[in-house]
């Protein structure tokens, strides 16, 4: 019943941003952690983003401090990921994640018990 769906991705020129949407149905997430994981070609998962349940607090990935924000609309049941000043090393499949036991934030895979199908995103030099 519970789906995650991302949407935003696509193809952009390095320097340039894109917003990454992910809408969560079948079950509301205003109490919980959401996050998102990304996973480039040949490479292993790796976090991205996570927020809290109220999307007060929120941690980063080193990668992409400073250059992508994760928010939160509850009202929507909505998670964002803002991204800027893209790089080729951020291309890969972006997936949005979340927690049905824990509200604080989590850069754990382990911790998120639903997943997207995830959105490409491509960043050429």
């Known amino acids: 019943q519970v789906q995650l769906a991302e949407s935003g991705g696509g193809l952009v020129q390095a320097g340039g941003s894109l917003r990454l949407s992910c809408a969560a149905s079948?079950?509301?997430?205003?109490?919980?952690?959401m996050g998102w994981f990304r996973q480039a070609p040949g490479k292993e998962r790796e976090f991205v983003a996570t927020?809290?349940?109220?999307?007060?607090?929120?941690d980063y990935a080193d990668s992409v401090k400073g250059r992508f924000t994760i928010s939160r609309d509850n009202a929507k049941n909505t998670m964002y990921l803002q991204m800027n000043s893209l790089k080729p090393e951020d291309t890969a499949v972006y997936y949005c994640?979340?927690?049905?036991?824990?509200?604080?934030?989590?850069?754990?895979?382990?911790?998120?018990?639903?997943w997207g199908q995830g959105t490409q995103v491509t960043v050429s030099s």
């Open positions: 994640a979340a927690s049905r036991r824990y509200s604080g934030t989590s850069y754990w895979a382990p911790d998120y018990n639903y």
């Open positions: 079948g079950r509301t997430f205003s109490s919980n952690t």
């Open positions: 927020i809290n349940y109220s999307g007060g607090r929120s």
